[in-house]
Nanobody, 120 residues
Framework: QVQLVESGGGLVQPGGSLRLSCAASGSINGMGWYRQAPGKERELVATVTGGGSTNYADSVKGRFTISRDNAKNTVYLEMNSLKPEDTAVYYC?????????????????WGQGTQVTVSS
């Protein structure tokens, strides 16, 4: 029902900036960004609720900003002061809760990922 398409990844020098975008094709509630570096498990980067409340991993606080445009059904991740440690595949995530016959069911969706490489 929902497809997520990420864009904006690429190569950037340490201290530089990138902005990732993720467009959802269907209705969603919360959205977020996760990343997976070589040899490590996927980890949470940032999330934003439908109401605009945000949360960040300690490693990116003060450097990354997550935001969303509900009219475009799109979430963004502004990444500043990038470090080599930020190098990873970044994945967009979205969730949706649907109530049917008085029963709520939760669904999660994932994008295919976009590569971010921070190197001099």
């Amino acid at each position: 029902q929902v497809q997520l398409v990420e864009s904006g990844g690429g190569l950037v020098q340490p201290g530089g900036s990138l902005r990732l975008s993720c467009a959802a094709s269907g209705s969603i509630n919360g959205m977020g960004w996760y990343r997976q570096a070589p040899g490590k498990e996927r980890e949470l980067v940032a999330t934003v609720t439908g109401g605009g409340s945000t949360n960040y991993a300690d490693s990116v606080k003060g450097r990354f900003t997550i935001s969303r445009d509900n009219a475009k059904n799109t979430v963004y991740l502004e990444m500043n002061s990038l470090k080599p440690e930020d190098t990873a595949v970044y994945y967009c995530q979205a969730d949706r809760t649907i109530a049917t016959m008085g029963i709520s069911r939760g669904y999660n969706y994932w994008g295919q990922g976009t590569q971010v490489t921070v190197s001099s």
